[in-house]
């Protein structure tokens, strides 16, 4: 079998394209750090960002409209503004009665939804639990005392359901929403008996881990 050799001259190729230099970064863009997540965890601490402490993202249909971002206000470790909030009795609770004993506050997007219901009703079906380890349950949600009381006596609830009209109380925290805010964000906080954060649980999808998590934290302190 015959095999034909060529020979090639080394010459360069010559560019096709204009070289063109990387542009710089605008001075005024802003580099955002994102924090890994574990897949085992959703647990939050504090944030520390490299550009201001919200995110201001242009609307598709006007670049007038914004739509701004909510960052962690209450931190592990750190001490809740205290709130005085209508239950579905309309009685007045204020976070301060519970000083001597830790307390779990859940906030949560509204009475009914499907993943609201199964929260409530699994912070009901072991409330027991959250008793013997000295602990009272809190719900939030910006539903009014009226709509509470359905939502209670329907499910059987043993524990408050706090009405936090405005999202006053929702905002003052810094619960973040998800969806890009679309979605009021559902979020656990469990304080100890001196009234500082111990654990701050973020999970939208899965509304029973709230309890796990909160159930867990307790019996170790």
């Known amino acids: 079998m015959a095999f034909l050799s060529l020979s090639l001259q080394k010459h360069p190729l010559p560019c096709l394209l204009p070289r063109q230099s990387p542009k710089p970064l605008s001075s005024s863009s802003h580099n955002l750090f994102i924090l890994p997540k574990s897949s085992h965890s959703h647990f939050y601490g504090t944030v520390k960002l490299a550009s201001p402490?919200?995110?201001s993202l242009p609307s598709s249909h006007s670049s007038s409209r914004k739509k701004t971002?909510?960052?962690?206000?209450?931190?592990?470790?750190?001490?809740?503004?205290?709130f005085t909030l209508k239950d579905q009795e309309v009685r007045d609770v204020t976070l301060s009665k519970f000083k001597g004993k830790p307390v779990v506050v859940y906030f949560y997007p509204a009475d009914e939804s499907p993943g609201c219901t199964k929260q409530a009703c699994a912070f009901r079906d072991s409330y027991e639990k959250f008793k013997k380890a000295g602990a009272e349950v809190v719900g939030i949600s910006?539903?009014?005392?009226?709509?509470?009381?359905?939502?209670?006596?329907?499910?059987?609830?043993?524990?408050?359901?706090?009405?936090?009209?405005g999202?006053?109380?929702?905002?003052?925290?810094?619960?973040?929403?998800?969806?890009?805010?679309?979605?009021?964000?559902?979020?656990?906080?469990v304080l100890d008996k001196n009234g500082v954060v111990q654990l701050?649980?973020?999970?939208?999808?899965?509304?029973?881990?709230?309890?796990?998590?909160?159930?867990?934290?307790?019996?170790?302190?």
């Open 53 to 55: 402490p919200s995110l």
């Open 69 to 82: 971002l909510v960052f962690a206000k209450v931190n592990k470790g750190g001490v809740p503004p205290i």
């Open 142 to 165: 910006v539903d009014d005392p009226s709509s509470h009381k359905e939502f209670a006596k329907k499910y059987s609830l043993p524990y408050a359901l706090l009405s936090d009209e």
């Open 167 to 189: 999202n006053k109380i929702r905002n003052e925290w810094g619960v973040p929403g998800d969806l890009f805010g679309t979605l009021p964000g559902r979020q656990t906080y």
């Open 200 to 221: 701050i649980y973020n999970n939208q999808f899965e509304p029973e881990k709230h309890i796990d998590e909160t159930l867990k934290l307790l019996q170790s302190i």
